[in-house]
């Protein structure tokens, strides 16, 4: 199994930063794909960023120039530094991890959810 355990959420105002940080543990074979998720209430949980196994990202329109990602492949951890936060980013932030799990000599692929940390962001 594969666990995910994401810390750095908090309230900030308006123009502040924060960074996120997701690691992941357990019988990890290779990490493909990380990616940050947000959900804010009453609305569905959308992409944020994400970046491959090669350091290729992608980022919603909505944060673009303003919230990087990267990944630290050493230690399994996946980064989200937001900066020039806005109320609008108020969310639940989840992180994603995609890849290949062992059980002995069986491997199989997997996609892991962390619990999520809170962002709020003042006016």
């Known amino acids: 199994q594969v666990q995910l355990v994401e810390s750095g959420g908090g309230l900030v105002q308006a123009g502040g930063s924060l960074r996120l940080s997701c690691a992941a543990s357990g019988s990890i074979f290779s990490i493909n794909a990380m990616a940050w998720y947000r959900q804010a209430p009453g609305k569905q949980r959308e992409l944020v960023a994400a970046?491959?196994?090669?350091?290729?990202?992608n980022y919603a329109d909505s944060v673009k120039g303003r919230f990087t990602i990267s990944r630290d492949n050493a230690k399994n951890t996946v980064y989200l530094q937001m900066n020039s936060l806005k109320p609008a980013d108020t969310a639940f932030y989840y992180c994603n991890v995609e890849g290949t799990s062992y059980s002995g000599r069986v491997y199989s692929t997997f996609s892991s959810w962390g619990e999520g940390t809170q962002v709020t962001v003042s006016s």
């Open positions: 970046i491959t196994s090669g350091g290729s990202t």
